[in-house]
């Protein structure tokens, strides 16, 4: 309607009429490409809040994963510990009082274990692959996901490093075990002692 309009006004030589009508086209275009960017502002924003929630929950699940691994290695640091401690008294090098049979059973029960570092965040992957981590506002958050994931990356790789040498080590340290096969099912066994002999390295 609006350019049939403007053309017969061309035609006519309608000057006024021919700027009136461009004008409302100019102004139209110009409406309709702000509420587009509006719309689109309005959008990155509610994606934006969808990010911050899935990240909140990815750093809820990884900071108990880590509090655990913390748990974990901390056993069996105090693990080692006793058995080393037991082997040095026994050896007269330190005074003490070597861990009863219990003690060392539970102590070389939890030597080997272990937890795999947290990786990265889920959600950071996502917006990395989607090209939308620009979407996040907040510079020192974008550069703080940045420096965990980096974190993560490392610490994987030196813990498989540290698993890999620490293989060899853990297979001298099953000479050490007593194992009970269960009757019930011959693929599952349970440490009930610890031979002293090779602990103390009697002959």
Known sequence: MILRRLSAALRKQDWFTVLVETLIVVFGVFIGLQVNNWNAARARVAQEQVYLERLEDDFSLIIAKLDNGVDVYSSSIEAMAVLHDAILINRGDIEGEVADIGGLVAA?????????????????????????????RNSDLRKALY????????SRAAWQSLRDQSIPYLQDLSRLYKMRINPSDPNVSTLVGIDETILFGEP
């Open 108 to 136: 070389a029960n939890r030597i080997g274990s272990g937890s795999i570092p947290s990786g990265s965040s889920a959600t950071f992957e996502e917006m990395i692959a989607a090209g939308s981590f620009s979407d996040l």
């Open 147 to 154: 420096d965990y994931d980096q974190s993560a990356k490392l």
